[in-house]
């Protein structure tokens, strides 16, 4: 059977993929994030995810590859990682008492097959008083996240409800990546 490489070094995505218990490796990607924010929330994270898997692929070429990214949308508006302090206030305080949708997108490739798919998630947050999200801020917690929180730390004392796939939130919506590599031979194992 193949190597499976996750190309991304977040710790949350690779905490989600060992529920699964299928041993993988991990990648750092080197690749431009950058990107037009004039194009659909599901075409940004589907292109990224892509673009990591693909940097992946190159240096693992007999493997299967992960790629997987992650945005927040709030009033049409692409919120990725808060550059700052300031910035991550600001994007909460968007956030506030409002619906935003969270956008995961995963690629699955190999040398002979690419399966891309994403996965929306809308969450509704309290109305935030600005203690909240100055202490929220400076735990430290929401600098390295998009939209500026998360959901499965203490971000989760922000928000109300959500309508979607939970993990999708925290950044692998690994029901439907089990899926998808069940396709290519890999089934989740028991830790017996």
């Known amino acids: 059977m193949q190597d499976l490489v996750l190309a991304s070094t977040s710790p949350r995505?690779?905490?989600?993929?060992?529920?699964?218990?299928?041993?993988?490796?991990?990648?750092?990607?080197?690749?431009?994030?950058?990107?037009?924010?004039?194009?659909?929330?599901?075409?940004?994270?589907?292109?990224?995810?892509?673009?990591?898997?693909?940097?992946?692929?190159?240096?693992?070429?007999?493997?299967?590859?992960?790629?997987?990214?992650?945005?927040?949308v709030s009033g049409g508006k692409v919120l990725g990682k808060p550059d700052n302090e300031e910035d991550a206030k600001q994007m909460l305080k968007q956030l506030s008492g409002q619906v935003h949708s969270v956008y995961t997108g995963v690629t699955i490739i190999d040398s002979t097959e690419c399966i891309s798919f994403f996965e929306k998630t809308d969450v509704e947050f309290w109305t935030l008083e600005d203690v909240e999200i100055e202490q929220?801020?400076?735990?430290?917690?929401?600098?390295?996240?998009?939209?500026?929180?998360?959901?499965?730390?203490?971000?989760?004392?922000?928000?109300?409800?959500?309508?979607?796939?939970?993990?999708?939130?925290?950044?692998?919506p690994i029901s439907r990546l089990a899926r998808s590599l069940r396709r290519k031979g890999f089934f989740f194992q028991s830790k017996r």
């Open 13 to 72: 995505r690779k905490e989600l993929l060992q529920k699964l218990n299928i041993p993988f490796i991990t990648f750092a990607p080197n690749v431009n994030e950058s990107i037009s924010l004039d194009r659909s929330p599901q075409d940004i994270v589907m292109t990224l995810s892509l673009r990591k898997a693909n940097a992946a692929l190159n240096t693992y070429p007999d493997s299967i590859i992960i790629g997987s990214d992650t945005i927040v």
């Open 136 to 172: 929220y801020v400076e735990s430290g917690e929401p600098l390295d996240k998009a939209g500026a929180y998360g959901i499965q730390g203490l971000g989760a004392l922000l928000v109300k409800s959500i309508q979607g796939d939970y993990y999708s939130v925290v950044g692998l």
